[in-house]
């Protein structure tokens, strides 16, 4: 979000190449015994990898993108999509693009994950199949994710965490 790049004096023009130059870098942390990196951005002296994640290329990485060029990087690099809730003809288009991408890009869409966060709001519900919930019964919840399992989503999780809003 802008605000949280503000925040931090962060530019939030130029998001998608940092965000390119630093799964760049973890690429070459994962994979090589010993590595540097010159970019852009950031540049890392040679330098010597002890550890490494136990699979090879790496943990799952899922970005949380709704913008074309962020849906086609998911498709092109990343592992899955971690998408907030939302109506499910639009989770559907955003799906396809990235299914796109990964296909062009000689990947398996098939190994691509999207996992789906819900964040109720203390307020209001709204369901059906071109609707997300905000609030509501567990009989809601449920209704809503089994209608996500329909349109693939593979895993959603419900979170709690999300601050209430104060009139």
């Not at 950031?42 to 090879?56: A, F, M, Q």
């Not at 949380?64 to 999509?81: K, M, Q, S, V």
């Not at 999207?114 to 009989?139: F, H, S």
Request: aromatic residues 8%; proline residues 10%; negative net charge.
């Amino acid at each position: 979000m802008p605000d949280e790049y503000a925040a931090v004096g962060v530019p939030w023009k130029g998001r998608g190449a940092r965000l390119d130059e630093t799964l760049d870098i973890l690429e070459k942390y994962w994979t090589s015994e010993v590595f540097g990196h010159e970019g852009s951005l950031v540049t890392i002296p040679e330098t010597v990898v002890g550890l490494k994640p136990r699979r090879r290329s790496g943990p799952p990485m899922l970005l949380a993108a709704f913008t074309p060029a962020g849906l086609r990087r998911i498709g092109r690099r990343l592992d899955g999509w971690l998408p907030v809730s939302m109506p499910l003809p639009h989770l559907t288009g955003m799906w396809e693009v990235i299914q796109k991408e990964d296909a062009e890009a000689d990947r398996d869409p098939a190994a691509l994950c999207k996992v789906l966060r819900v964040n109720p709001e203390p307020t209001g519900i709204r369901t059906g199949p071109d609707q997300m919930p905000q609030a509501g019964t567990l009989t809601q919840y449920i209704d809503y994710a089994r209608s996500t399992a329909e349109v693939g989503v593979h895993e959603l999780f419900v979170d709690f965490g999300h601050p209430c809003r104060t009139r």
